[in-house]
């Protein structure tokens, strides 16, 4: 039995969706990446699977097309944000310096 062609096509997105975010996870934790959150919006394509994960210094070895993406400050600490694409999802992370006065 064949399933409805429009059915297939509207399942095709999500499994490569799924399929590229499990990639970019499998990745990460083979190179000792500490995955913190997974997250995506369905419908927006590739552009909303977002990974967040812990600060390491493998990550600009790994990703070295790595940008600077915003600086935030919290209390005596700048919050520098990172971001980074693999397989089509994004990947975040924080760096956390002390900022002296």
């Not at 990745?27 to 990974?51: T, W, Y």
């Not at 694409?85 to 956390?96: A, L, N, P, Q, T």
């Amino acid at each position: 039995m064949n399933p409805d062609p429009r059915f297939k096509r509207a399942l095709a997105e999500p499994v490569q969706q799924t399929s590229c975010l499990l990639r970019c996870v499998i990745f990460l934790a083979k190179n000792d990446v500490q995955v913190i959150e997974v997250s995506g919006k369905p419908g927006r394509g590739h552009a909303g699977l977002r990974v967040r994960v812990a600060a390491s210094p493998v990550l600009r070895r790994l990703l070295p097309e790595c940008y600077w993406r915003k600086r935030s400050q919290h209390g005596p600490h700048a919050i520098d944000t990172w971001s980074a694409s693999r397989f089509g999802v994004r990947i975040d992370w924080d760096e956390k310096k002390e900022v002296r006065p």
